[in-house]
């Protein structure tokens, strides 16, 4: 059990065709870092970050309070924070994009004797590759579900229905916190 957070640039892939390899750079040297610190300081922990994508997870067996909720916090953060950290790089405009998907996981070294790395893999896993998916409204958003929603302490008037998407059990129902 625990809540993995997503980050990603939308249309990163494509920029690199069309800017300057320097301007795309500084993009992720500015937000790499920026996130990070930000997931450090809730507790959260890096799996992956490769070019403009995050991974990190917060589990439930080490965290108090909730583990979505310090994940919910620091995805809040990096959202309010997002667009200082964007603003020197004024020739490129990305949307960006966070999902949480909070559930069962489990952590394990994966790959072989000599390349390996740990990751989590699971159901909340799934969902947030899931969320990554959706078409948010905003220019930069948060994506969750009911299972991550259900453990934090935020008033629901700060989340808007986007959809649903279909998880191996059922339908779930998919909410926007943007900025």
């Given at each position: 059990?625990?809540t993995?957070?997503?980050?990603d ?6 920029a690199s ?8 750079v ?7 870092p ?7 300081k ?5 799996l ?10 917060w ?5 108090e ?10 995805a809040?953060?990096?959202?309010e ?13 990305f949307r ?45 958003s ?14 629901r ?20 916190y943007?900025?």
């Amino acid at each position: 059990m625990g809540t993995l957070l997503l980050s990603d640039l939308v249309g990163f892939e494509m920029a690199s065709e069309s800017v300057y390899a320097e301007d795309l750079v500084e993009v992720v040297n500015r937000l790499a870092p920026f996130q990070t610190e930000i997931i450090h300081k809730h507790s959260g922990m890096i799996l992956t970050c490769v070019g403009d994508a995050l991974r990190a997870v917060w589990p439930a067996e080490r965290i108090e309070p909730s583990h979505a909720e310090l994940a919910f916090r620091a995805a809040r953060e990096i959202l309010e924070g997002y667009k200082e950290v964007r603003s020197p790089c004024t020739s490129i405009s990305f949307r960006f994009r966070l999902a949480l998907g909070t559930g069962e996981m489990a952590g394990a070294l994966l790959g072989s004797q000599t390349v390996f790395h740990f990751d989590v893999l699971g159901p909340a896993t799934a969902i947030a590759d899931k969320l990554m998916s959706c078409e948010p409204s905003g220019n930069a958003s948060l994506l969750l579900t009911e299972e991550t929603i259900r453990l934090l302490s935020t008033p629901r008037e700060h989340l808007r229905p986007l959809g649903t998407i279909m998880s191996a059990q059922r339908e779930l129902q998919v909410f926007e916190y943007s900025v």
